[in-house]
């Protein structure tokens, strides 16, 4: 027997949400050990991003990173010119990710939240950058992801 009520479109979410793991002890974990040979543990951009600058698809503009992880393409971005902000639900990940940061004497705005949960205008950003978050995400909660990059994305802004 169901024990949530349902009501609405959001409450059949959490329903979904509260079958899954729960995602921040799983990641927190994940980014304790920083000499893993994952590859995006590097500290160096990812290189789509690179090259979106370097053939001048992208410029410098206010930017959002969805699941920055340890901070590799935040840095980059802020390094382009960019005001960043990077949004990732690990503790352990945003901690790094601060660290690399201080140490490229950069400044981006590190958030440590569940993307669903982020507070922001509308039509804010002129680029909205996934690297590893998308494929993360619950099938049931994808909608609403590209829902958050629609809010997100001015006019003519760009998602990569």
């Not at 201080?102 to 705005?109: G, L, Q, T």
Request: with cysteine; hydrophobic share 40%; glycine share 6%.
């Amino acid at each position: 027997m169901l024990k949530e009520t349902i009501l609405d479109y959001e409450d059949v979410l959490k329903m979904l949400d509260s079958l899954m793991r729960e995602p921040t002890q799983f990641w927190d974990k994940f980014y304790l050990d920083r000499e893993k040979g994952i590859p995006f543990f590097v500290n160096s951009p990812d290189e789509n991003l690179v090259g979106y600058f370097k053939n001048n698809l992208l410029k410098s503009g206010k930017a959002l990173e969805l699941g920055c992880g340890p901070g590799r393409n935040a840095i980059f971005l802020a390094e382009k010119g960019c005001t960043v902000d990077a949004v990732d639900l690990s503790h352990e990940t945003i901690k790094w990710a601060r660290e690399r940061a201080i140490e490229r004497d950069v400044n981006v705005n590190f958030i440590k939240a569940n993307i669903f949960d982020l507070e922001m205008d509308e039509e804010v950003y002129d680029i909205v950058y996934d690297s590893g978050c998308f494929h993360h995400i619950a099938p049931h909660r994808r909608i609403s992801y590209l829902n958050l990059v629609k809010k997100a994305l001015k006019p003519n802004g760009f998602f990569a």
